[in-house]
């Protein structure tokens, strides 16, 4: 069963340092998320993506996220300068169709920040 | 914020039917129900939708009631596995598409 998959399962990194975060959205889908979820709290949406642009975000995701598909396969999550508030559970997701409930999430990428 | 509310913790013995709960008063005659699970911070799985009418599926069944306001997903023969924390949330329109507001679930416990 196609799956998407998220690289790297954890990162650890200094406050202040850039992190990026990967995703492989299933290969036939068009429509690609960032959802967080800090330990313990609830899963919280960050921005969706279609046709080389953002087609939603949230308040969270400010001037220090932005996100990319540099070619066919791909779709990252980029943290300028992280804070030690950015440290959660980062998943991926995918859909087939716009404006759907159904979508199919990665394992996600634990990000801590010391 | 979400426009759902369920109850935090649930017990159900293996292979029983586990009966989840949801309260979504305020919801829109166009608003959809979902249901996802997370297995111990795992990824969300997409479970069960719907919009009025009851619905079923190799997972799960959802049982919306008439005036909408409230449904249960009703898990038939539960197993260990089943051990999760279930979300039902209500799609919403944001600016311009549709958003899953997600809430703290309810942490359902299979006993054997």
């Known amino acids: 069963e196609p799956e998407v998959t998220q690289t790297p399962s954890h990162q650890v990194t200094q406050m202040g340092q850039e992190v990026i975060l990967r995703c492989v959205p299933i290969?036939?889908?068009?429509?690609f998320y960032w959802y967080r979820q800090i330990l313990g709290q609830k899963v919280e949406f960050l921005v969706s993506?279609?046709?080389?642009?953002?087609?939603?975000k949230s308040e969270i995701f400010d001037d220090q996220f932005s996100v990319e598909r540099p070619d066919g396969s791909n779709f990252t999550l980029k943290i300028r300068s992280t804070k030690l508030e950015d440290s959660a559970m980062y998943f991926c997701?995918?859909?087939?169709?716009?404006?759907?409930?159904?979508?199919?999430f990665g394992e996600g990428s634990r990000l801590t920040v010391l | 914020d979400a426009k759902t509310t369920q109850p935090p913790s649930m017990d159900c013995a293996e292979g029983r039917a586990a009966n989840l709960p949801c309260n979504h008063s305020t919801i829109s005659g166009n608003e959809y129900v979902y249901w996802y699970r997370q297995i111990h911070s795992q990824g969300p799985q997409y479970i069960i939708h719907g919009l009025k009418n009851n619905e079923t599926n190799e997972m799960a069944s959802l049982i919306i009631t008439e005036d909408r306001k409230s449904s249960t997903l009703i898990l038939p023969h539960a197993t260990l596995r089943d051990t999760a924390v279930y979300y039902c949330i209500v799609r919403v329109l944001g600016r311009s598409n549709y958003q899953l507001i997600w809430g703290a679930g309810t942490k359902l416990i299979i006993k054997p």
């Open positions: 993506f279609y046709n080389n642009e953002i087609s939603e």
């Open positions: 290969s036939n889908h068009l429509y």
């Open positions: 997701a995918s859909s087939r169709e716009p404006n759907t409930g159904e979508l199919f």
